[in-house]
């Protein structure tokens, strides 16, 4: 019903930096929140980013100056601009949306497969 599939994650050396990408699709009537998390092995999944629909960018503490996130209203997308990579920022990273769904008007929550982001010399 709806999907999200994101891209951009793979190998960087600390310092550097990459961009991802989530796109939602479907029967979508509304993306209302929007956000990243990211996963590291042994570790709990943890709340990066999130973008509100018109609303205010939020950050976790460890990633404020460094990351930005974004979204594309026209195209349902969410962004995460990485800068300044440091090898602890290592994880999958995961999109996540909470959407409404056209026609039943039922509020979903989805979830991507994930992109992995190594930071490594």
């Known amino acids: 019903q709806v999907q999200l599939v994101e891209s951009g994650g793979g190998l960087v050396q600390p310092g550097g930096s990459l961009r991802l990408s989530c796109v939602a699709s479907?029967?979508?009537?509304?993306?209302?929140?929007m956000g990243w998390y990211r996963q590291a092995p042994g570790k709990q999944r943890e709340l990066v980013a999130t973008?509100?629909?018109?609303?205010?960018?939020n950050y976790v503490d460890s990633v404020k100056g460094r990351f930005t996130i974004s979204r594309d209203g026209a195209k349902n997308a969410v962004y995460l601009q990485m800068n300044s990579l440091k090898p602890e920022d290592t994880a999958v990273y995961l999109c996540?949306?909470?959407?409404?769904?056209?026609?039943?008007?039922?509020?979903?929550?989805?979830w991507g497969q994930g992109t992995l982001v190594t930071v490594s010399s």
């Open positions: 973008i509100p629909r018109g609303g205010s960018a």
């Open positions: 996540n949306a909470r959407v409404v769904v056209y026609t039943s008007y039922s509020t979903v929550e989805v």
């Open positions: 479907g029967s979508i009537l509304s993306v209302n929140n």
